[in-house]
């Protein structure tokens, strides 16, 4: 009886250990992690529709570099102008991409990110985060954050991955509410 409970109690050792995470992933919880460092923002950044062209940046692993530029700016439609919200990676940052057509992805909270996730180059890029295409009668959005509320974009660093929290209305602000700062 003793040797099948010490059997048992092996069984479930090993089982504990195997189902923790690499070190390579991280899930999106909202709870300090060791690797990072959650920046909680108090006023949020919001990049209003206009005036024309609101930019902020972020500095997501404390180098005085800015891996990543939000862009809130204007795009002529078929009767005037709409507007279509962007980002801009530098300094080898890359970004999770949705599988289904390669723009960012819009993760949602308890989502595990993981290093062999379909994540970007490091090269310096410009991605859609919402936007439209204008054909000869109508004006379809595009992108994976077309109205969307407390949404995750997924970013990593080398190996260190973190996320960024938003909100983005088609025709309102862009809400920038939290990122990771990896250490």
Known sequence: MKLMKSI???????????????????VITGSKNDNLEIVKLNPVISLPTYPFNATDSLDLNGDNLFEIKFIKSPKPALTGFGTETLI???????????????????????????????WSSSEST??????????????????????VTDKFIGYKIGKPMGWIKIDNSEYGDLIIKEYTVIK
Not at 8 to 26: F, H
């Open 88 to 118: 801009i990676t530098k300094n080898k940052t890359q970004i999770l991409l949705s599988g289904i057509n390669n723009f960012p992805d819009s993760i949602l909270f308890n989502t595990r990110l993981e290093s062999n996730a379909n």
């Open 8 to 26: 048992v109690i092996l069984i479930l050792l090993s089982l504990l250990i195997a189902c923790e995470p690499d070190n390579n992933e991280i």
């Open 126 to 147: 410009t991605f859609i985060l919402q936007s439209f295409y204008c054909n000869s009668d109508n004006c379809p959005g595009v992108g994976n954050f077309v109205n």
